[in-house]
């Protein structure tokens, strides 16, 4: 059986995803097999597994990481937010229902078993399982019933290392508040503490690092560094999407607009894409943040869609109807009519692609209430959301250019009218996905992970009369994680860190 090793947060988004994944990395390139674990997730960045589930986005790139397949048993508790109170439950990578939070609470003790067997599968057949936490470690008021942290590691004997983030202030408070309201029994399960995102002179917080470790009792295992390479991969959920000024460009700092370089000649479009409040599956713009003649535009609440945009993407979303009406509060929907009026062109991904509709039906309440609402109206098409998930990897070619592309389907609902006879594309197996409107101006498709294939950028910057596409975005991918494993070996402690595990 495998050692284990428990990574928590003080907090969300204090980079615990990040971490695991360059420890991943770092173990497996020591000759080490190495799994991720995490027992539950909350998240609408997810990815299709090779058994035919779903799981968070960040395992699946810890997956990655370890060289191995993503599987449902990495991450068999996946929360997928509909609303501000309720979520989809998936367990082992398929809906087991729709919950409110308060009603959530009542099912974990039975999710504990399914997680402890998932976590068994898992070290047998690794020889080091990292887990991930979620959230923050002194969530006093959950943790009772509690599968995702200190419930977790008292139930498989897991011991666990906290890490805490320098650069949002307060990271003494942070971690030496967590000791000082757990109780002494989910405290002693801490072996030791991780600084993260460190900016600046080391030395001058080498006094912190004593502090804390006087303060806690706990053993300082690293002080790492703020690693500027992290916006080049899939980021865990939307909180980093959420604040202005996080999306990252190429120089490495804090942008709104990715990508603003150009094709050698000078020139570069730009793509505007709306940030929804359920927006799901956002990975999907990644490769197009690292190609240099995209400028990608977020545009955040309260913003307009610019109107010198060549593209505007409507992402995939977990409640479709909300979004829609959340982009109708907004007033895109009156800048998109606008864009698409002066010859701009519209694409929609999953659930952008079913906003794009004339109309969406959800008569058995899967994303909410029974109930229907009209659609954008840019394409003939109407949605009538159904129970049965689509969730499969699919590969084939963009029926227009006969361009390459691999990706994955993952919706509920089906889409028929007079545009899908005007298909995107055209899978391996003969089937066809999508629809354009009669002017070819607007598109719509189900599948995600279109633009990781060089293919389907070329194919998208020729239509504006551009060069580009070379770059491998999963060689940047690979790249970027050896070097976030190397960027941890120097400032972490990993064979103490193997120590700990048991």
Known sequence: MARALMIQGTGSDVGKSLIVAGLCRAFTRRGLKVRPFKPQNMSNNAAVTTDGGEIGRAQALQARACDAAPSIDMN????????????????????????RASEYQGLKPRLLEVVLESFTRLKSEADLVLVEGAGSASEINLRQNDIANMGFARAARVPVILVGDIDRGGVIAQIVGTKTVLAATDAAMIE???????????????????????????????????????????????????????????DGHPHDVCGSGHDGRGRSIAIAVPLLPRIANFDDLDPLKLEPSIRLIMVRQGAAIPGDADLVILPGSKATMSDLAALRAEGWDIDLTAHARRGGHVLGLCGGYQMLGRTISDPRGIEGPPGGCTGLGLLAVDTVLTPDKSLCLVSGETIADAAAFGGYEMHVGETTGPDTHRPVLRFADGRVDGATSRDGRVRGVYVHGLFADPSQRAALLATFGLSGGSLSYESEIEATLDALAEHLAAHIDLDRLLSLAR
Do not use: C, Y
């Open 76 to 99: 068999p508790v996946l929360l997928k937010p509909q609303s501000e109170h309720g979520a989809q439950i998936v367990v082992r990578g398929h809906i087991l229902t729709n919950a």
């Open 192 to 250: 030791g503490f991780i600084v993260n995102r460190f900016r600046g002179d080391a030395s001058l917080f080498a006094d912190g690092m004593a502090l804390i470790a006087r303060h806690s009792g706990w053993v300082p295992l690293g002080l790492v560094p703020f690693f500027a390479q992290a916006w080049k991969l899939p980021a865990e959920d939307a909180l980093g999407l959420a604040r202005p000024g996080s999306t990252q460009g190429h």
